[in-house]
């Protein structure tokens, strides 16, 4: 089992940037896939990206590719994902999630899940 806390959340302009952290804490990270997923009240939670055990390989939902980038850093365990020219429909609870098998973009593939931390994006 891996803990998984994230962080760097907040309030920001549209067209600005910021970057999310996840820190984890318990089995090794580097044995698992990392993925981002957001979430808003009412609707399912959406895949954001994924980034693979190494970080040779990433994906990323059309909506955010070209402006997000998924990466890792194993020695550091954590994951980050930055969040440029975000969009008001960027506004979400930003989780962090680690799983076993790649590639892997439903939220069914991963076991392992953070809180979560919030991203408001004003226009």
């Known amino acids: 089992q891996v803990q998984l806390v994230e962080s760097g959340g907040g309030l920001v302009q549209a067209g600005g940037s910021l970057r999310l952290s996840c820190t984890s804490s318990g089995r090794t990270f580097s044995s698992y896939v990392m993925g981002w997923f957001r979430q808003t009240p009412g609707k399912e939670r959406e895949f954001v990206a994924a980034i693979d055990w190494n970080g040779d390989s990433t994906d990323y939902a059309d909506s955010v590719k070209g402006r997000f980038t998924i990466s890792r850093d194993n020695a550091k365990n954590t994951g980050y994902l930055r969040m440029n020219s975000v969009k008001p429909e960027d506004t979400a609870v930003y989780y962090c999630?680690?799983?076993?098998?790649?590639?892997?973009?439903?939220?069914?593939?991963?076991?392992?899940w953070g809180r979560g931390t919030q991203v408001t994006i004003s226009s």
């Open positions: 999630a680690a799983g076993l098998a790649w590639p892997q973009s439903l939220a069914v593939g991963y076991g392992y």
